[in-house]
């Protein structure tokens, strides 16, 4: 977690930014020329996101500055909200929301590690399609956790290649078109004019557990506060007859 971390494993040094990857059961010495402060995430299971990391082995991997620095962040953000509003984590859908959330950081961060190609390419009629089933998939799912692996899955396909398709098609990354689809699903809430004890419920029910993060990619989005959607909202009801 420290800007200047470094580690030497198996030899090999690396500096910040770069990720430690192990999976299985890796045999490595890992020595640190300095105190770190190191933040280690343990994931049962994931072989479909081609992360560059082979079965019982370590790897130091390189990554952007500006990916590293976001991962940094939603990693503080998590262990904040389990260290001073645990109780959140008692929300349905939270706990999954903030996995996806770290988990979509990760592949962003690896993202500049890996070749732009994956293997034989989809045709973008193929991509098309993918994306409009993960489309249809967002729709019929819309206000509930949306798990990258589990859309991937149902799809039969890697969540690279999900991705990928997203890329090709929309333009975007998946993080980001599906953060778009979710601020459009709470607007939608908001204008239909739910209570204002409710904001954070739908927040959190549409995968948005950081409060101040919301409320900003909400103003940087539609140019208003929620508080000022739902309050237009409550003022158009009040006016009708």
């Given at each position: 977690m420290d800007d200047t971390a470094s580690v030497i494993l198996n030899g090999v040094e690396g500096r910040a930014p770069a990720l430690?990857?192990?999976?299985?059961?890796?045999?490595?010495?890992?020595?640190?020329?300095?105190?770190?402060?190191?933040?280690?995430?343990?994931?049962?299971?994931?072989?479909?996101?081609?992360?560059?990391?082979?079965?019982?082995?370590?790897?130091?991997?390189?990554?952007?500055?500006?990916?590293?620095?976001?991962?940094?962040?939603?990693?503080?953000?998590?262990?904040?909200?389990?260290?001073?509003?645990?109780?959140?984590?008692?929300?349905?859908?939270?706990?999954?929301?903030?996995?996806?959330?770290?988990?979509?950081?990760?592949?962003?961060?690896?993202?500049?590690?890996?070749?732009?190609?994956?293997?034989?390419?989809?045709?973008?009629s193929h991509y098309l399609t993918l994306v409009r089933k993960f489309d249809e998939f967002l729709a019929a799912n819309a206000g509930k956790t949306v798990y990258s692996a589990d859309v991937a899955r149902q799809l039969g396909v890697s969540v690279r290649t999900l991705h990928n398709a997203v890329v090709a098609v929309r333009g975007m990354s998946m993080h980001r078109y599906t953060r778009l689809r979710r601020l459009w699903s709470v607007r939608q809430q908001l204008v239909r004019g739910v209570s204002l004890q409710s904001i954070k419920a739908v927040a959190l029910v549409n995968g948005f557990w950081h409060m101040g993060e919301f409320t900003s990619l909400y103003r940087d989005l539609f140019g208003e506060t929620p508080q000022r959607t739902l309050a237009a909202a409550r003022d158009r009801s009040d006016s009708s007859p």
């Open positions: 430690l990857l192990v999976k299985g059961n890796a045999n490595c010495e890992i020595v640190e020329p300095q105190a770190n402060l190191i933040g280690i995430v343990d994931f049962d299971n994931v072989d479909d996101r081609g992360w560059p990391c082979e079965v019982d082995s370590a790897q130091l991997v390189a990554t952007h500055p500006a990916r590293f620095e976001a991962l940094q962040a939603i990693t503080r953000d998590a262990l904040t909200l389990a260290s001073h509003s645990p109780d959140a984590l008692l929300q349905p859908h939270v706990i999954g929301s903030v996995e996806e959330s770290i988990l979509q950081a990760f592949d962003l961060a690896m993202e500049a590690t890996l070749p732009s190609f994956e293997g034989k390419r989809l045709s973008l």
